[in-house]
């Protein structure tokens, strides 16, 4: 029998000969290993995080992403991901380490747990892109879309890896700025040394509390707006002055067309004229009106709002048998497809109004100027309002709002509340309605008991109906007194679902069945689903009609539901869909 000397003798004499191979390969890399560590400064506990950070950007999200965007977003929340862990790391050396008195493991120990970390963080980044690849395959599916292989949704993999390093770096380049200056502040300003880092917290706290107090945001906004007033500038192609009375920015008009912007001037180009619109009805048609104000149509003694009433007297607006207002988007697009629907469905007999409050793009616009459509749009309903109520009763046209996205939002802020807008107008349509707008907030927290959130019903339907097709719009019952109101929204619309809220509880769209086109391995998670539907923002028009915020020609059953005339058929309807989609496809093209 042995003794206990010789087993610890042969089992020391064993290891060292298993761990031997292990050890001189370690050794071997170990120095370029080192070498590659210095070079590019990496944080393997970083690494880690945006690892984690990574996995939870390509979970399912509300609406499909390609390859290219996926790693734009993915590449984004690697870096911050890395930056977490960078400050965990620092706070750990800092204040944990000293008081456990942890030691330091030996050189060759500490190769091969970095080695094993870069590993495992690669494999399971490429395990997370095969699955998402599924995950998306299946949304593009539920949208009737074509989706991307896995192999092609590997290059994922690399972009964000290229878009994360080049956030790092930015933020290491910032970094090195910061440290210079702060240099030169010890040495001209007798900044001692040990203070600089204090003074930069300092720094740091006034510009987040500068940030939050949205002073330097709205300067940004504010720069971004005179930017993109430049783009507002432009014409294009297939936009030009209109010389009938009917439209603003004619030569009769009080509204220049200089003034008009971009998107105004398309709205007053465009659009079916008499001959194309009795070629649909089979009946005699009118010329429809088309009231549009730039930002730069009002002088300094007139209002946007007092410049809007005079043109729509000037073309005889209030004389025509329906009135739409229209709160417009972002650089104050139009739903060209909306007023198309309604102008054929009155064969002409129309007078439409939009309004420019904004030259930033629409994402912008929802970020920054949601209190600014909201005043525009009030003022711009009270001023038409007034004079359209003093006309007799019996001499008014059909008084309908409209609203789309954050021009829903502005549409909704000119009424108190349900009874106020019921008291007021003859029909209010509004689609893709942000989360944030207030009397849709309203009606769907006060949903009839065992109505989904992505398909409430309010007071049985007797007024608000909420529709995601045309068949939503006759449940629960016929019951639907008029003045009506429509909501449009898709269960897949980012637009109408994204809210602060989503950061700290889970919405009931997730909780409850959820909506037909919404994938069903999407899960809630604090702040990445708040996160991860913020990034679809950005790409809500991405998909097909009739998913996100692609609403189609649905705008023109939302039409019928409110405000259908006396000789509408469902043959007539089925005409005009095909010829605002043409015209859809057309401006699509073209525009």
């Known amino acids: ?56 950007s390509v979970t399912p999200s509300l609406v499909p992403r390609d390859w290219l965007f996926q790693g734009l977003v993915s590449g984004v929340n690697a870096a911050l991901g890395y930056g977490v862990g960078c400050v965990l790391l620092w706070l750990f050396r800092k204040w944990i380490r000293p008081r456990l008195k942890i030691g330091t493991p030996p050189m060759w120990v500490r190769d091969a747990v970095k080695t094993a970390v870069v590993l495992t963080c690669v494999l399971v980044a490429a395990y997370m892109l095969v699955l998402s690849a599924s995950w998306q395959r299946e949304i593009f599916a539920l949208m009737s879309m074509q ?40 040495h001209w300003v007798r900044v001692p040394p040990r203070f600089a880092p204090t003074l930069g917290a300092l720094l740091l706290a006034l510009l987040v509390i500068t940030l939050f107090n949205g002073v330097a945001t709205q300067a940004f906004f504010a720069v971004a707006n005179s930017a993109f007033s430049v783009r507002n500038d432009e014409l294009a192609p297939f936009a030009t002055q209109p010389v009938l009375p009917e439209r603003s920015g004619s030569p009769e008009s009080l509204a220049e067309w200089e003034t008009l ?18 070629s649909i009805t089979g009946q005699p048609a009118k010329e429809p009106i088309r009231v549009y104000v730039g930002l730069e149509s009002a002088s300094g003694d007139i209002t946007e709002e007092e410049l809007a009433v005079a043109e729509l007297e000037r073309t005889g607006a209030f004389d025509r048998k329906v009135l739409v207002i229209v709160t417009t988007t972002g650089t104050g697009w139009v739903n060209s497809m909306s007023v198309a629907a309604i102008e054929y469905m009155y ?54 709002v409209y609203g789309e996205s954050l021009g829903s939002q502005g549409s909704e802020a000119a009424f108190d509340g349900l009874a106020d807008l019921r008291s007021k107008v003859d029909g209010a349509l509004w689609v893709g309605p942000p989360n944030s707008n207030r009397l849709w907030e309203q009606f769907v927290s006060r949903r009839d008991p065992g109505t989904r959130e992505v398909e409430p019903i309010y007071a049985d339907g007797l007024v608000v109906r909420f529709a995601a097709d045309a068949e939503d719009l006759s449940k629960p019952s016929p019951d639907w007194r008029h003045p009506r109101i429509v909501y449009l929204q898709h269960a897949s619309d980012p637009i109408v679902w994204w809210s602060s809220d989503l950061a700290f509880s889970q919405p009931d769209w997730l909780s409850e069945p959820r909506g037909s ?39 023109l059953d939302g039409w019928e539901a409110i ?16 010829q605002i989609e043409l015209a859809e496809d057309f401006e699509r093209v073209v525009k």
């Open 1 to 56: 029998m042995l003794d206990t000397a010789d087993a610890l003798t042969r089992l020391r004499t064993t290891g060292a000969v298993a761990v031997a191979p292990v050890s001189k390969w370690i050794r071997r890399v170990a120095p370029v290993w080192r070498r590659v560590e210095e070079i590019v400064d990496l944080n393997h506990v970083g690494l880690v995080v945006a690892t984690l950070f990574f996995a939870w």
């Open 147 to 186: 989706g991307t292989d896995t192999s092609a949704y590997l290059r994922t993999g690399g972009l964000s890896f290229l878009v994360g390093a080049l956030v790092v770096a930015a933020y290491r380049t910032l970094r090195t700025i910061v440290r210079y200056l702060a240099r030169l502040l010890s």
């Open 261 to 278: 912007g971009s998107e105004g001037r398309w709205f007053v180009s465009h659009g079916p004229d008499p001959l194309l619109i009795s």
């Open 347 to 400: 064969g002409g007999d129309t007078a439409i109004l939009a309004s420019q409050y904004s030259y930033l793009p629409s994402v912008l616009s929802f970020l920054a100027d949601r209190q600014k459509v909201a005043v525009a749009g009030k003022k711009m309903f009270d001023a038409v309002y007034d004079r359209w109520s003093q006309r007799p009763v019996d001499q008014r046209p059909k008084l309908l």
């Open 517 to 555: 086109d919404v994938s069903s391995q999407m899960r809630w998670w604090p702040f990445v689903t708040f996160w991860q539907v913020a990034a679809d923002l950005t790409n809500a028009q991405g998909v097909r009609d009739g998913h996100g915020h692609r609403y189609g020609s649905l705008v």
């Open 563 to 578: 405000a259908a005339p006396q000789d509408w058929t469902p043959e007539l309807r089925e005409k005009i869909r095909v």
